[in-house]
């Protein structure tokens, strides 16, 4: 004799993953490559943060390594922004050569994350090349100026 079907309830009990505490600009800056110079400061980094989203807003970004580089190979200007924690550094270390040979500036900052969030995609960007635009030109030109007065390495 098979025993009834007995219903159980299914409790609606949604697990929400507590939310990490965000780290700080010291904390990222510890987990930069040996490559990331010149690292941008922490008002800088905010900046091109802000730049960024900004040129993401009108599409006036060029996002990825590979896109990057076509474009800088393609003579496109504009400022060159990486992410200094980004392993291995083979998959980038070629990029500031490029900047530096074609006269643009560029400069780390530390999390290929904040990166990605600041372009507008859930997933972690680790070069990006904004281009001028007239709808962000002071903070295009605030950042450029101070990206460019970084010092290079040798």
Do not use: W
Not at 31 to 51: D, E, F, G
Not at 76 to 97: F, N, Q, R
Not at 125 to 150: G, M, R
Request: glycine share 4%; charged share 30%.
């Amino acid at each position: 004799m098979k025993s009834p079907k007995v219903k159980k309830e299914k409790l609606d009990v949604v697990m929400e993953p507590e939310p990490e505490p965000e780290k700080t600009y010291e904390d990222l800056v510890a987990n930069v490559n040996a490559i990331a110079q010149p690292l941008a400061s922490r008002k800088l980094s905010k900046k091109l943060y802000k730049c960024v989203k900004k040129a993401a807003k009108v599409k006036q970004i060029r996002r990825g390594v590979k896109e990057v580089q076509k474009f800088i190979n393609k003579g496109e200007k504009g400022i060159i922004v990486l992410a200094g924690d980004t392993m291995p550094i083979d998959v980038y270390s070629h990029l500031p050569v490029l900047c530096e040979d074609n006269s643009l500036p560029y400069a780390y900052i530390p999390s290929k994350m904040d990166l990605g969030a600041a372009a507008g995609t859930k997933r972690p960007t680790c070069a990006i090349l904004i281009k001028p635009h007239e709808d962000y030109k002071d903070s295009y030109a605030e950042c450029l100026d101070e990206v460019q007065s970084l010092p290079q390495p040798v």
